[in-house]
C-alpha cells in the first residue's frame, strides 16, 4: 500500500464591512463590522493515484456553481481529481449572502469569484505542503451546547469526532466533525463572524499550532443551548467543543509506540490502551448524482388569500390571548411554505444535486450531504453502513434545504414547512448514502 501524504492550509474570506447576512429573513441591516475573521480551512490527502480534498468555509452554505469553480481550479493547479473535492459550509448565520443556493437571491459573482481564487490558492498551498501522514480517530460525547429543537427529548448526534492528521515531524492538521446549528447569534447581530465552529477552531489551532477543520453534521433538527445569544455564549460552546478536542488529541499522541507504566513491585504493567485508534490509511472517494422530488404546493394565490384570512384573524384576536397565539403561528406556518413554493418555483433545477464519499482508512468515511438532514437519518445511515466510524458533512457541494423524514410532514413545524422536496427526499438521500458507502467500502 503507497504511503498516505497530507498538507493543509488556512485562508481569511471575510468579506467587506457593508455586506448583507444571511441566515435570518428578519435582519434587513447590513453588516456594521467585523467580530473574528471568517476562514477556509482546507485538508488535502494523496495515496498513490487517490486524491482527496476537503474544504470547509465560515458560510451558511455553497453555491454549485462555487464548487464546480474550486474542483476545476484545483485539478488545474495540482492535478487532483475534482470529483476528489468535498467543498463544505459550517452553516454559520454571520456570514455573508450571495454565495449558495437554496435562496430567492442571486449569485454575488463578484464575491463568489473572489472566494473561489481564495480557495484554490490555499489548496495549492496545503497540496505544496504535503508530508507523509499518519491518520488517527478518537470521539466523545459532548452533550452540554446542543438540543433536538422539535422536542428535546427526541434524538440528537452529541457525538464530537475528531481526526488527528500526524506527520513525522508534528500535527498536520485537525478535522472536527459536530452535528450544531451555527446560531448562537441571532438575527440582531450585525457582525461578520465564524460563530462557535470558528472559536472551536481558532482554541485547537492555537494550542497546536496546526490548521483546523470543522465539519457540521445532521443538525438539521438540532440547535445550540446558550446562556444569552451574545459573544461571550459563542465563546463559550466553542471552548466546551475545542477543549474535548484539544483532550482527544493528546490522548491519541501514544497511538502507534504505545504506553506502558510500573508499579511498585518493579514490574512492568501490560500496555496501556490509549483512547482513540491509529487508522490504517486506505483512500478513496466516490460521489453521484441524485434528484430528489418535488413537493406539490398550493397556488401562491391560495397562498395569499390563506395569509389574509389568518392576518385578520390575528388582528381581530385579543393581544396576549391563546386564540392569538394560535393564530400567528398558523400564519408563520403559512407565510414559510409559501417562500418554500416560492423557492421552488424560482430554482432551475432545485433538485439536482449529489452525494459523496470519501474512505480515509480502514473503518473510517466521510459522507458529504447537500442539505439539511435530520439526526436520526445520520443514525441510520451509520447503522446500516461498513465503516466502524462515518464523519457527516452536510451542507457538503450544494444547498438543497431542509430534507426531512416522512413523519415530520405529519407533526408540522418549521423544517417541514422550509423543505421544497416531497416526503420521499429522505428515504432517496439515505438509499445513495448507503450505496455509496458500501462502494467506497468494497474498493
Not at 457593508?18 to 471568517?38: I, K, M, W
Not at 444569552?228 to 463559550?236: I, N, P
Not at 393581544?319 to 393564530?327: F, I, K, M, W
Request: hydrophobic content about 45%.
Amino acid at each position: 500500500m503507497p504511503d498516505l501524504v497530507a498538507g493543509a492550509a488556512i485562508v481569511d474570506i471575510t468579506p467587506p464591512v457593508g455586506v448583507q447576512l444571511d441566515g435570518y429573513g428578519a435582519r434587513e441591516q447590513s453588516s456594521q463590522g467585523v467580530h473574528d475573521e471568517l476562514v477556509a480551512r482546507v485538508l488535502v490527502f494523496e495515496q498513490g493515484d487517490q486524491t482527496a480534498v476537503i474544504v470547509s468555509c465560515d458560510l451558511l452554505a455553497v453555491h454549485p456553481w462555487i464548487v464546480s469553480e474550486v474542483r476545476a481550479g484545483a485539478a488545474a493547479a495540482t492535478g487532483v481529481r475534482q470529483d476528489g473535492v468535498l467543498m463544505a459550509a459550517t452553516h454559520n448565520h454571520a456570514g455573508p449572502v450571495g454565495l449558495r443556493s437554496g435562496t430567492l437571491a442571486q449569485l454575488d459573482q463578484s464575491l463568489a469569484e473572489t472566494l473561489v481564487g481564495q480557495i484554490c490558492g490555499a489548496i495549492e498551498r496545503a497540496w505544496k505542503a504535503r508530508r507523509r501522514a499518519s491518520i488517527k480517530h478518537a470521539s466523545a460525547t459532548v452533550d452540554t451546547i446542543s438540543l433536538n429543537r422539535r422536542d428535546p427529548e427526541w434524538e440528537k448526534d452529541a457525538a464530537l469526532h475528531v481526526v488527528s492528521v500526524e506527520g513525522e515531524d508534528g500535527l498536520i492538521a485537525t478535522l472536527l466533525n459536530f452535528a450544531c446549528h451555527a446560531t448562537v447569534l441571532n438575527q440582531t447581530n450585525l457582525m461578520l463572524s465564524g460563530e462557535f465552529p470558528g472559536a472551536a477552531c481558532r482554541l485547537v489551532q492555537r494550542e497546536t499550532a496546526a490548521p483546523c477543520v470543522y465539519l457540521n453534521g445532521a443538525c438539521g433538527d438540532v440547535n445550540p443551548v446558550w446562556i444569552a445569544q451574545d459573544f461571550a455564549s459563542v465563546e463559550r460552546a466553542g471552548q466546551i467543543i475545542g477543549a474535548q478536542a484539544l483532550r482527544l488529541i493528546a490522548e491519541m499522541r501514544a497511538l502507534g509506540p504505545g504506553q506502558r507504566s510500573h508499579n511498585i513491585r518493579w514490574d512492568e504493567f501490560p500496555e496501556v490502551t490509549p483512547l482513540g485508534r491509529l487508522v490504517a490509511p486506505s483512500l478513496r472517494v466516490v460521489r453521484d448524482e441524485i434528484t430528489l422530488p418535488p413537493r406539490e404546493f398550493d397556488s401562491d394565490g391560495a397562498y395569499e388569500a390563506r395569509i389574509k384570512e389568518l392576518g385578520a384573524a390575528a388582528t381581530a384576536a385579543q393581544n396576549g390571548s391563546p386564540e392569538r397565539r394560535a393564530v400567528t403561528a398558523s400564519l408563520t406556518r403559512v407565510k414559510v411554505e409559501r417562500w418554500a413554493a416560492a423557492w421552488a418555483q424560482h430554482a432551475s433545477d432545485p433538485a439536482h444535486t449529489e452525494v459523496q464519499a470519501i474512505r480515509l482508512g480502514d473503518g473510517l468515511a466521510l459522507l458529504g450531504l447537500p442539505g439539511e438532514v435530520f439526526a436520526e437519518t445520520a443514525a441510520a445511515i451509520r447503522e446500516a453502513a461498513p465503516f466502524a466510524d462515518v464523519l457527516m458533512a452536510c451542507y457538503a457541494n450544494d444547498y438543497v434545504g431542509y430534507v426531512v423524514p416522512e413523519h415530520a410532514y405529519e407533526e408540522g413545524g418549521y423544517e417541514a414547512g422550509m423543505t421544497p422536496h416531497a416526503p420521499a427526499a429522505d428515504s432517496m438521500i439515505r438509499d445513495a448514502a448507503r450505496r455509496l458507502l458500501a462502494e467506497v467500502g468494497r474498493g
